[in-house]
């Protein structure tokens, strides 16, 4: 009889015959998979949480004009607020201030605003509304707050809005007889951020130079004027040292430093990465001599099957080859299994607010993207570990005797 075999006919009929043994070994590639692809789920969602509150902390340090701090009332340049704009003044000075900072080491971003006036537009808000000038390009502060990020810098005649402002995205609003374009949204803040209204330096100057829109008792804003600098120092440098540095040029600045107390939470967080991770090595490894095992009893069962398949012509490669495939069919049905039930389980947890309970941190969900990246690597490892299982099963079955593997016995 000289009928070509059918290897994938050979593997599913195997797998189909013992559905006990079989279905032990997925169960063991699931739970592998389910440990390996929730580690990585929920570091990439806390993290991705954590990055987000990190940056909506706004700006280290805010270099401002030397009597801005009569606004704190006291409370002199440290600041527990996070420095995300700067209050209404008019108190300024010039880009010029920028300039001079240039030079100042450890300073990884700048980016000037400027407070124009308050408005009262109905249409918008039944209290009056802040309006701002920022640099689209340079800001670091506003932009992390936004719904959803903008997919170009901000342009003349669009604006962002505060959270309690009665607009939505794409729609129109009028300043003091000037039309914009709402270009985004941003999330609440629970500041007066949520009544703010932020344009481009450029509308802004435009603006504050309409009839009416400034304050009679207020000086004129002149292009190039500013209220503030927000700073970004590189992260690990000192803020003392930047603070220090900043201010000795002048006497006519101040420097507002940020508390940093979010410290104590960044350490507990970049904990949990190294702590989910050791779980998954500890599984894994644990795992695999499981794994090992299944693959020899599988392969030591199978050996009279083995014998006549060999006695009827097939190579040792094939057998090698027949018996590796198993093992990778059974474990990527495992991860596949494995990464769907995990799936469905964190879903149900978001939506009922329990990953944020349980990791003390606001839990985003990964993208959809994110979400396939890690199930990708969820499977290769997993398949993986099949693979390297079944390796020495695999090499005995190929090098049994046909005639002592049909007697049933090795050698």
Not at 52 to 63: F, K, P
């Amino acid at each position: 009889m000289n009928r070509k075999m059918d290897y994938l006919t050979f593997i599913v009929a195997s797998i189909r015959n013992k559905p006990g043994r079989n279905l032990a070994t997925v169960f063991c590639f699931a739970f592998i998979a389910a440990n390996v692809f929730s580690a990585q789920y929920l570091i990439s969602g806390a993290s991705g949480s954590f990055d987000q509150g990190v940056l909506r902390m706004g700006a280290d340090l805010m270099v401002v004009p030397s009597q801005y701090q009569w606004l704190f009332r006291g409370s002199g340049p440290q600041n527990t607020a996070a420095l995300v704009k700067v209050e209404p003044t008019t108190f300024r000075f010039t880009t010029g201030t920028m300039d001079k900072m240039k030079n100042v080491t450890n300073i990884v971003k700048m980016s000037p605003q400027i407070y124009i006036a308050k408005l009262t537009v109905p249409d918008l808000s039944s209290s009056p509304v802040e309006i701002y000038g920022i640099d689209p390009v340079t800001d670091f502060t506003i932009q992390p707050w936004l719904q959803y990020p903008l997919d170009h810098s901000l342009n003349s005649g669009e604006v962002i809005i505060g959270n309690a402002l009665s607009a939505e995205r794409s729609s129109k609003i009028t300043l003091s007889g000037h039309t914009y374009t709402v270009a985004g949204v941003l999330d609440p803040t629970q500041s007066a951020v949520d009544h703010t209204i932020f344009l481009g330096l450029d509308d802004a100057y435009t603006l504050a130079a309409a009839e009416g829109v400034l304050p009679a008792a207020d000086p004129p804003i002149r292009r190039g004027d500013i209220n503030a600098v927000m700073v970004q120092v590189v992260p690990g440098a000192d803020p003392e040292m930047v603070n220090s540095r900043i201010r000795q040029p002048s006497n006519a600045i101040t420097v507002i430093q940020r508390h940093f107390a979010l410290d104590p939470t960044a350490r507990e967080v970049q904990g949990l990465p190294a702590l989910l991770n050791m779980i998954s090595a500890v599984v894994i490894v644990a795992a695999l001599p499981l794994i090992a095992l299944i693959a020899g009893m599988v392969a030591h069962e199978r050996q009279r099957e083995i014998g006549l398949f060999m006695s009827m012509g097939a190579k040792r490669s094939v057998i090698f080859f027949l018996v590796i495939v198993e093992s990778l069919v059974l474990a990527a049905i495992g991860g596949i299994a494995g990464v769907g039930a995990s799936l469905a389980v964190f879903f149900v947890l978001n939506a009922q607010g329990f990953l944020t309970s349980t990791l003390q941190v606001s839990f985003r969900m990964p993208s959809a993207a994110g979400i396939g990246m890690i199930t990708a690597v969820t499977l290769i490892i997993v398949i993986t570990i099949g693979s390297i299982a079944s390796l020495w099963p695999a090499y005995r079955s190929s090098m049994m005797n046909p005639y002592d593997a049909i007697r049933g016995g090795w050698r």
